[in-house]
């Protein structure tokens, strides 16, 4: 097994989040300041990692279904079960769509509305 390289880096605190961090460490829930702050930075790596996952609440058969399914080889995991779901039902010409009937809405809701079709990125301008 290859050994990966540690470098060190250094930084500084106010007193009262120290105070914070040894609490947890002497309480054993870190074997030290430095293990602490390891957890710390991959819980926001971790974090950051999934700032592109939703959850998905389904009813027990839906979720039995896609099991199934995948349990057949149609699908590789759930998560690949669902996403196709996702891609089949937001078609290219769906998002479109819907994006011009928002645009639409907000129209005659009083607001004026930019949306990017290209990039699907919506943007608003309210207007009195």
Known sequence: MQEQAEERI???FEKAMMGEI???VKAGDYGNRSDFLRAAARALLDAQEQRNTIT???AP???EFIET???RGFYRSEAHAVQAAVDSFFTEERVKEAFKTMKRMEIVAG???EVDIESATPRQIITP
């Open 10 to 12: 250094s930084a500084r």
């Open 22 to 24: 040894d609490v947890l």
């Open 56 to 58: 998905v609440e389904m």
């Open 61 to 63: 058969l839906v979720k």
């Open 69 to 71: 399914l995948v349990d």
């Open 111 to 113: 607001k004026k509305a």
